[in-house]
């Protein structure tokens, strides 16, 4: 399978707790997004990385959220001191882009995250 | 406003019935059109991607483009149940897509 990865598919953590969800992209894309999708809502921006940089992060993305792209391959967002209001699913996609051009984004299965 | 509108739904419609989905948008910097189909519990798959005005086809689905409207649809004609999911249109700026909140469809056999 040559899709965008995302490991765990589902986690159920206790509030406070830290976790971390790992996305696998497409091979030859450089590109790398999360966002994060609530019931009823479309997918919302988080963060993305231009090979290892990370290059926008939204608003959304708190300081309790960290992302990382080591190497420009694979990458983590982790979440420390889990809230409630995180329970979401966190979706990883990925594209191939070049400077002033997009293409076309490819989306993983999602981590399904519920914080108790 | 937000920037992108989509009429939630749901939208029930029989097997073999012409579909059409709409979005509006207000800004507009967006250069690249998008629609995804979701199904339940699974991540967003890409089924159409434009960047002008104009129609695009492939198979089933047309998707059109009106930037002087600031309007976007997809049209889904030969509908089978198998299309049943949500829908999502996405338009792209600065590299990060916003999304539309889905129209959920339901196909009837």
């Known amino acids: 399978d040559t899709g965008v990865s995302q490991d765990p598919r589902h986690k159920i953590t206790k509030r406070g707790q830290n976790v971390t969800f790992r996305c696998d992209p497409i091979s030859e894309h450089n590109r790398l997004y999360w966002y994060r999708q609530t019931l009823g809502q479309g997918p919302e921006f988080l963060t993305y990385f231009q090979n290892e940089a990370q290059l926008e992060k939204s608003r959304l993305l708190s300081d309790r959220f960290s992302a990382e792209r080591p190497k420009g391959s694979f990458s983590t967002l982790e979440i420390q001191r889990t809230e409630q209001g995180d329970s979401a699913m966190y979706l990883c996609a990925s594209s191939f882009g070049r400077e002033r051009v997009t293409y076309e984004q490819y989306f993983g299965p999602g981590t399904r995250l519920t914080v108790t | ?109």
């Open chain 2, 1 to 109: 406003q937000k920037e992108v509108e989509q009429d939630p739904g749901p939208l029930s419609v029989p097997e073999g019935a012409i579909v059409s989905l709409n979005c509006t948008y207000s800004n507009s910097a967006f250069q690249y059109f998008m629609w995804y189909r979701q199904y339940s519990r699974k991540g967003p798959e890409l089924l159409m991607y434009t960047y002008s005005s104009g129609n695009k086809e492939d198979g089933r689905f047309t998707a059109q483009v009106d930037k002087s409207s600031k309007y976007i649809s997809l049209f889904i004609r030969d509908s089978q149940p198998s299309d049943s999911a949500t829908y999502l249109c996405a338009m792209c700026r600065s590299e990060k897509l916003v999304f539309g909140k889905g129209t959920k469809l339901t196909v009837n056999p």
